[in-house]
């Protein structure tokens, strides 16, 4: 909430990295150009964006210098959400402008990739090396048959071979999914049996935690459920021969073949993404060539300012729209670090120390990750030289106040500080960093550029200062196209625009200040609302995880059929601790003096741990129903949670209150 005396901000940027940032120069470009504001900073720039939505984004095609093989003969034709159409008549190939870099001679030697695993040792790969194998590659895809629109699937880990063949299969028109190898094959099937992929790509194995993980058998599995497959490729990352009916991935990639893009529609389907899928079938979310290449030049080049000079670093996984976001810093010439293994190990410093390693500039990470290391004590700033490091940048859930000065004490002062908030949903963010902004504490410093960010009270009318519904009243190009297997569109009316018609509802709860800055509060489909006042389970996360003895927590908010409402707080606890009265009363206390006594919970009940998904989010609305009296079966997904034995904990307490 705001206030009438205005907070002091963590960190503001110097006048000379404001005029040196690239988001100043388009603005300046623009005024020009375009008509955009010359002044009033990034406040007037996002006004004009989202008032003169298709001349923005005619500007940002200019300004990053897409290439059109076929060129538009409008920007906008139709902003009706669902159905936006961008671009019209366009034709181009998002994999060209990912290569564009390695065009350069003066580039072909310098790094594209620069790939780490357990050990940390830093490999290379160039750009002109890069180049090379997604043209070998797309070669052997169109020799084996796959034409614009068939689907190529990725079963691997986040590796340069990961790159390269979606770089092909994009090269190609073809339509690309992937999944990390540490997901069960039921989990895989769940996603790639609904697109029907003519071709897998996948690994024997792959290593975390300094184990090797065999995955030949659930390799067999997915071979032997997805009968639309033609051509299966092997990499060999633990070292073994490719198995018969399978092809070697270095045969395909040996060629010195220059690389052809398919001039594509604007809005030809680049990958499809998927939900976490926690209470059913994942969606199959499918969004275009053009819409992800404008959505993500703009993103990565003008918020994450990120250009030929820098390296890009984000801990991720295949399984995770963030690997596909990462990716994209290759279309602002940018250096990507790709790291394949656990973020812990050999300690919870690997991830600060795979930044020193590979020179990071812009530093991507979970929050989780953060709260982790200043629990474990960790101290970047003295244990590792983080003198490349510009911006640290956060998501997967909020960032907690408190990591916020964690990372401004323990990494550098003058650090710029991202916590960005988006979705699978645009494989994108709505709201995040700005260079030109300053930083406050538990707060993302403004909307994205195009994205008209509103908070929505329940009838519908936008509120400042107040909790509301996430909703964009615009379209962006990185919105879905569709649903795979949504032949009337019903189930993508049904996920965003049931509750606003018309308008994007996302599912988040948020905070617009009076600055313009934004406040997450957590998901709204898992809210607690005690006595009409609604609460973001963040919101006590990020109280109650300050306690040492708590290492993780779990709240849950139940209407009970007499009219009540119960609400359990479940914490797993740091080893050695013990949930006694006194640790009950501090958790209690700690709530009512950071929040109020209305976020107090009725009950304190210990678990062994939190379920997740497979990417990593606590699952509060499967617990939730599972505590209503759902059948384990119906309530979740168990090919969607990393540890479905937990769930029987949640299962065994609603039958016991019964």
Excluded at 299 to 306: D, K, P, R, T
Excluded at 405 to 420: F, G, N, P, T, Y
Excluded at 424 to 449: K, M, N, R
Excluded at 622 to 648: F, H, M
Aim: aromatic residues 10%.
């Amino acid at each position: 909430m705001t206030s009438a005396t205005q907070p002091e901000p963590l960190w503001s940027p110097s006048p000379d990295r404001i005029a040196a940032a690239r988001i100043t120069a388009f603005q300046a470009w623009a005024a020009e150009r375009f008509g955009a504001p010359a002044d009033g900073g990034y406040p007037a720039l996002h006004s004009w964006s989202v008032d003169a939505l298709d001349t923005f984004w005619q500007a940002i095609a200019e300004w990053f210098d897409v290439r059109f093989t076929t060129p538009y003969t409008s920007v906008l034709a139709d902003r009706s959400m669902p159905g936006a159409r961008w671009f019209t008549g366009s034709t181009l190939n998002y994999a060209e402008h990912a290569l564009r870099a390695g065009e350069d001679p003066a580039r072909a030697d310098e790094p594209a990739l620069i790939s780490v695993d357990e050990t940390h040792e830093p490999t290379p790969v160039t750009w002109a090396e890069l180049r090379r194998q997604v043209g070998s590659l797309a070669a052997e895809l169109r020799a084996a048959g796959v034409r614009p629109g068939d689907r190529v699937s990725g079963y691997l880990p986040n590796i340069p071979e990961a790159v390269v063949a979606f770089l092909a299969t994009a090269s190609v028109g073809g339509v690309w999914t992937s999944c990390a190898p540490d997901f069960g094959a039921r989990s895989v099937l769940d996603r790639f049996q609904q697109v029907e992929p003519v071709v897998l790509f996948t690994v024997d194995g792959y290593r975390y935690g300094g184990k090797e993980h065999d995955r030949r058998e659930t390799v067999a599995e997915l071979r032997a459920e997805l009968p639309s497959l033609r051509a299966v490729v092997h990499i060999p990352l633990l070292g073994t021969p490719a198995p018969e009916g399978t092809r070697a991935w270095a045969d395909l990639t040996a060629a010195d073949t220059e690389a052809v893009f398919e001039a594509v529609p604007f809005d030809h389907p680049l990958w499809v993404l998927y939900s976490s899928g926690t209470t059913g079938l994942p969606k199959a979310i499918v969004q275009s060539q053009g819409g992800i290449l404008l959505e993500h030049l703009k993103q990565i080049g003008l918020h994450c300012e990120l250009g030929p000079e820098d390296r890009f670093f984000w801990y991720t996984s295949t399984g995770w729209m963030m690997w596909n976001f990462l990716v994209s810093g290759l279309l602002t010439g940018t250096t990507v670090v790709l790291y394949d293994g656990s973020p812990g190990f050999p300690d919870t410093g690997a991830q600060w120390r795979i930044a020193e390693r590979t020179r990071a500039t812009l530093y991507g990470t979970s929050a989780a990750y953060v709260m982790a290391c200043r629990k474990a004590e960790v101290h970047p700033s003295r244990d590792f030289d983080l003198s490349s490091v510009k911006a640290v940048a956060t998501t997967g859930s909020p960032l907690p106040p408190d990591g916020f000065r964690w990372l401004h004490d323990e990494v550098a002062e003058d650090l710029w500080i991202v916590s960005v908030s988006g979705g699978t949903d645009v494989c994108s963010c709505f709201a995040g960093g700005v260079a030109t902004l300053p930083v406050y504490i538990g707060e993302l410093q403004a909307p994205g550029l195009g994205t008209d960010l509103q908070a929505w009270d329940p009838a519908g009318k936008p509120v400042i200062g107040e909790v509301g519904e996430l909703v964009v009243t615009n379209p962006m190009p990185s919105m879905p196209i569709h649903f795979w297997n949504d032949p009337d569109g019903s189930r993508y009316h049904e996920s965003y625009f049931e509750m606003f018609p018309g308008a994007w509802r996302h599912g988040d709860w948020i905070t617009l200040t009076d600055r313009g800055s934004v406040i997450i509060h957590g998901r709204s489909d898992s809210t607690l609302n005690r006595q009409g006042v609604r609460m973001g389970s963040a919101d006590i996360y990020e109280a109650v995880e300050r306690l040492p003895e708590i290492k993780e927590s779990l709240v849950i908010g139940l209407e009970e059929p007499n009219g009540g409402y119960w609400m359990p707080l479940f914490v797993h606890l740091a080893p050695g601790a013990t949930l006694d009265d006194d640790l009950r009363d501090r958790i209690k206390a700690t709530i009512r003096a950071e929040l109020s006594p209305r976020h107090v919970p009725d009950e304190i009940i210990e678990v062994p741990a939190v379920p997740h998904t497979l990417t990593g989010k606590r699952i509060e609305v499967p617990v939730k129903r599972l505590l209503q009296g759902t059948p384990l079966a119906k309530a979740v997904n168990l090919g969607s949670v990393d540890r479905p034995e937990l769930l029987d904990f949640y299962a065994e307490l609603a039958r016991s209150r019964k």
